[in-house]
């Protein structure tokens, strides 16, 4: 059964200060990652998707992908406390589009 | 835009109660689809409809739970015999559905508690 894996289950990172969260999916033929962003009591919306390998920066979010370890990790430099949320990454295989999700990375910005 | 539309936002049944939970996708959207999110087993898929059609089911637990989409703007997820265990937040979420890699746009997500 397909698994994503995400990590470390919680971050605390001060304001101003760099967060880093790894995902990796078990699946060989998973073609797109995407991450999503879950602040508590709401629905998830999504933050950045991520298809080829590389590096992809959207203002203060950058994402990686290597798609050799199916591994792609998000980067947010910066830190504020608006960004403390539940984070979830998710993978796809291109022949549909069911998103299949991690548990998530709890992250936590201290002022 | 409203958005993808659930409801209702809560619901509160009695272990062996049915519960049918409603969900208007974005306008235009053709790929509609549920999930349920708990703390213990986080957002797991449950099926989802493709220009009304049924995709992909093998998330539902095949006993209790259908799911079905009558027309383009409204997809129900009904729940038989609700067990304690059912008690989760149900999310509905759609996409363009042109393409595999469009991103999901999810609703605020019924709350099912099963007493």
């Known amino acids: 059964q397909q698994k994503v894996q995400q990590s470390p289950e919680s971050l605390i990172v001060p304001e101003g200060g760099m967060a880093s969260l790894n995902c990796t999916s078990s699946?060989?033929?998973?073609?797109y990652f995407w991450w999503y962003r879950q602040h508590s009591g709401k629905s998830p919306k999504m933050l950045m998707?991520?298809?080829?390998?590389g590096e992809k920066e959207e203002g203060r979010f950058t994402v990686h992908l290597n798609k050799a370890s199916l591994h792609t990790s998000l980067h947010i430099r910066d830190s504020q406390p608006s960004d403390s949320a539940l984070y979830l990454c998710?993978?796809?295989?291109?022949?549909?589009?069911?998103?299949?999700f991690g548990d998530g990375t709890v992250l936590t910005v201290k002022p | 835009n409203a958005g993808v539309i659930q409801t209702p936002r809560h619901k509160v049944t009695g272990k062996g109660q049915e519960a049918t939970l409603w969900c208007e996708p974005i306008?235009?959207?053709?790929?509609v689809f549920w999930y349920r999110q708990t703390i213990v087993q986080g957002l797991e898929f449950l099926t989802y409809?493709?220009?009304?059609?049924?995709?992909?089911d093998s998330g539902m637990p095949k006993e209790r739970f259908s799911a079905q989409m009558p027309n383009q703007s409204h997809s129900t997820l009904k729940i038989q015999s609700t067990q304690p265990q059912d008690s989760a937040v149900y999310l509905c979420?759609?996409?363009?559905?042109?393409?595999?890699?469009?991103?999901?746009?999810f609703g605020h997500g019924t709350k099912l508690s099963v007493l």
């Open positions: 306008s235009g959207h053709s790929a």
């Open positions: 979420a759609s996409s363009l559905g042109d393409r595999a890699n469009e991103r999901l746009f």
């Open positions: 699946d060989r033929n998973v073609d």
């Open positions: 409809f493709r220009n009304q059609a049924p995709i992909d």
């Open positions: 998707s991520i298809f080829s390998n």
């Open positions: 998710a993978a796809s295989r291109a022949n549909t589009g069911k998103l299949t």
